[in-house]
């Protein structure tokens, strides 16, 4: 960490292997768009590569955290932008959650099928709730880590994370 | 299925591999940009603290010259041009000019009073009496009175007005 901070390139680059994929799905889950995952995932690690210096562990912050941040930022602000130009991005938001899974050769059908119901429950569920199940469950952060992530209390995240599996609990059962 | 377990599946999603060697390559091929900027940012942005010590430090610098400046008395030896006797009897001359022009100031206003008290109508004394003369004679006491305290301070000298009169007498 301090030879990525300090600017050694082949330091970030092992950071950014390892913690690439994470922030690619989060990514994934928020804008349903491959081309668009990865553009922002892009831009994620490029900031985080121009902030290192800046990055202390202020406040006790993990990179892990620091990353998600960035990353829900510049979720944030591509919404912003893009409804400044809904009309003419319209015709490239037509994602089905078949696309995400597409890839994964090791999965059953049956388990895609159920994994392609999560993913539209998934959807379903308000920003935060989707955040903490991202982060929880699936990229498996602890609390602490979700917590400062989301720059919420340890005892906010696992009142987040209870509602949220409850909802998604709620929405899996409505569709069957 | 347990959901906790269909969720894990999750973590099987990967991104493009071509996308993510390109994308780690550009960021990585700017590392140079970002070492020129890093040699400046430790003394301009990144550190707060830095930044205003060395604002109070130069200001410091900046008070502590400008007290000697002002404490330093300049000599003629610094400055061959300037002739401090010179600029001192200067300063001194002034102050002598402003007393002299009122004492000129007094002594005009004096003889002015008086002429202009002189040259209010006087009637005869066998005609019948009347406040115009009571009030003359009052006025005269008074010019009197302004002339003895305004005199006072120029000296015994008698003025051209007051000789005139005598003379006339």
Same mark, same amino acid.
């Given at each position: 960490m301090r030879s990525a901070i300090s600017g050694e390139a082949s330091a970030f680059g092992s950071l950014y292997d390892f913690y690439e994929p994470k922030i690619y799905r &989060? %990514? !994934? &889950? @928020? #804008?349903?768009?491959?081309?668009? $995952?990865e553009d922002l995932t892009h831009h994620v690690f490029l900031k985080a590569w121009q902030s290192m210096p800046n990055f202390k562990e202020r406040g006790g912050v993990p990179f892990s955290s620091w990353l998600y941040r960035i990353a829900r930022n510049q979720v944030i602000d591509h919404y912003r932008t893009k409804r400044d130009h809904a009309d003419l991005e319209q015709v490239d938001r037509e994602f089905t959650p078949s696309m995400a #899974? $597409?890839? %994964?050769?090791? %999965?059953a059908v049956d388990q895609n099928l159920e994994m392609e119901k999560i993913w539209t429950a998934v959807q379903k569920l308000e920003p935060e709730h989707q955040d903490v199940i991202v982060m929880r469950f699936i990229d498996e952060l602890s609390v602490r880590e979700t $917590? @400062? $992530?989301?720059? @919420?209390?340890?005892?906010?995240? @696992?009142? !987040?994370?209870h509602r949220a599996l409850q909802k998604l609990k709620n929405i899996l059962s409505e569709k069957v | 299925m347990e959901l906790n377990e269909i969720l894990k599946q999750f973590k099987k999603i990967e991104s493009n591999h071509e996308y993510k060697a390109?994308?780690?390559?550009?960021?990585?091929?700017?590392h140079q940009d970002l070492k020129t900027q890093s040699l400046w940012r430790p003394f301009l942005i990144s550190e707060g603290r830095f930044g205003a010590s060395l604002v109070m430090t130069s200001i410091i610098i900046v008070a502590l010259l400008g007290g000697f400046s002002i404490k330093s008395t300049p000599d003629s030896g610094s400055f061959p041009g300037l002739d401090l006797a010179g600029i001192e009897a200067e300063a001194q001359a002034i102050d002598i000019q402003i007393q002299l022009t009122s004492l000129n100031y007094e002594e005009y206003a004096k003889p002015k009073?008086?002429?202009?008290?002189?040259?209010?109508p006087v009637k005869k004394e066998n005609t019948v009496a009347n406040d115009d003369s009571a009030l003359i004679a009052e006025l005269k006491k008074m010019d009197g009175e302004i002339e003895t305290e305004v005199i006072q301070p120029v000296g015994a000298e008698p003025g051209i007005d007051q000789a005139l009169e005598v003379l006339a007498l």
């Open positions: &989060f %990514i !994934l &889950f @928020k #804008v349903s768009h491959r081309e668009e $995952a #899974v $597409a890839h %994964i050769n090791s %999965i $917590a @400062k $992530a989301m720059e @919420k209390s340890e005892g906010a995240v @696992k009142v !987040l994370q | 390109k994308s780690r390559a550009v960021i990585l091929a700017s009073s008086t002429k202009v008290v002189g040259a209010l």
